[in-house]
């Protein structure tokens, strides 16, 4: 059965999986640059696009049950959530939980 819990670490993978980490797969989120440009509807909506490409599942939530969010904390932080239903992620300082995964990072020394 699939809970709240289980779609949470779904997202979680998708977000700590750099794009196109997996060979022959454009899977993966690419965090790092929607939070270095302007945060924008239109950024947000090509993260949203991305994550229902990516995982299906998230295909059956409505336009209302998912949402790119921010909270501005004291004078110079801005928070950056990714909010599926009742479930809030925050973006930017998800790391991989598991130093085994499948991808490739070109960029490795």
Not at 9 to 23: C, E, K, Q, R, V
Not at 82 to 105: R, V, W
């Amino acid at each position: 059965m699939i809970n709240g819990e289980k779609v949470k670490a779904m997202i979680d993978h998708w977000l700590s999986t750099p794009p196109n980490g997996y060979f022959g797969q454009a899977y993966g989120a690419d965090v790092r640059n929607l939070l270095l440009r302007d945060l924008s509807s239109t950024n947000a909506d090509q993260l949203i696009k991305q994550l229902r490409r990516d995982i299906p599942l998230v295909n059956q939530l409505d336009d209302s049950q998912i949402s790119v969010n921010t909270e501005q904390v004291g004078f110079d932080e801005l928070h950056v959530y990714l909010s599926i239903g009742n479930i809030d992620i925050k973006l930017g300082e998800s790391t991989p939980q598991n130093a085994d995964q499948d991808y490739y990072n070109v960029r490795a020394q």
